[in-house]
Antibody, heavy 124, light 110 residues
């Protein structure tokens, strides 16, 4: 069974830091491009950051560039998001998601597996 | 980067058809594949359409996708509406580096 399990969320003061983790199992994590997507309470989906399977390619949304760092440890089958200089507007549920892959190819433009999310609340 | 704008909400009766638009504000809608995700309350998103008009296995053929170059938009059509279709729907594109999500549409089945 495929599982993506996020952890590390919580309540943090503005300007603070958090490190989110996403533990993968049930699929070949090392070959998948992974992405963080967030959703503020009652709001829509927002792309945050993407990292290629090897970690060679990394992209960030303008809203988090310079403050967030995505990384992965393929040996541990884990994805991370280091969040610094947090702001109230970063309050959201943070999901990790994979691209869609078949035995022959991967479609980086399509999300497939999603975790259940971890809630980050930035408030004084 | 570009933006994808969707109507805030649509509603219709069971058995009817609804169409949700996703309008791209810059660049051609055909330049990048459009995906559509369904998010039921309290659940994570699932794919209902990928690559403009392809349906994943398990998604009923009541769901269909299309592009309209004249309005520079993509559309998701749900025919034979069922109560289980009540959800938020998001379009999404990938431009080679960034993913862009639409603003989202709440579908209510009356």
């Amino acid at each position: 069974e495929v599982q993506l399990v996020e952890s590390g969320g919580g309540l943090v003061k503005p300007g603070g830091s958090l490190r989110l983790s996403c533990a993968a199992s049930g699929f070949s994590f090392t070959t998948y491009t992974m992405t963080w997507v967030r959703q503020a309470p009652g709001k829509g989906l927002e792309w945050v950051s993407t990292i290629s399977s090897s970690g060679s390619y990394i992209f960030y949304a303008d809203s988090v560039k310079g403050r967030f760092t995505i990384s992965r440890d393929n040996a541990k089958k884990s994805l991370y998001l280091q969040m610094n200089s947090l702001r109230a507007e970063d309050t959201a549920m943070y999901y990790c998601a994979s691209e869609y892959c078949t035995a022959d190819s991967c479609l980086v433009w399509r999300f497939d597996y999603w975790g259940q999310g971890t809630l980050v609340t930035v408030s004084s | 980067n570009f933006m994808l704008t969707q109507p805030h909400s649509v509603s219709e009766s069971p058995g009817k058809t609804v169409t949700i638009s996703c309008t791209r504000n810059s660049g051609s809608i055909a330049a990048n594949y459009v995906q559509w995700y369904q998010q039921r309350p309290g659940s994570v998103p699932t794919t209902v359409i990928y690559e403009d008009n392809q349906r994943p296995s398990g998604v009923p053929d009541r769901f269909s996708g299309s592009l309209d170059s004249s309005s520079n938009s993509a559309s998701l059509t749900i025919s034979g509406l069922k109560t289980e279709d009540e959800a938020d729907y998001y379009c999404q594109c990938y431009d080679g580096s960034d993913h862009v999500f639409g603003t989202g549409t709440k579908v209510t089945v009356l």
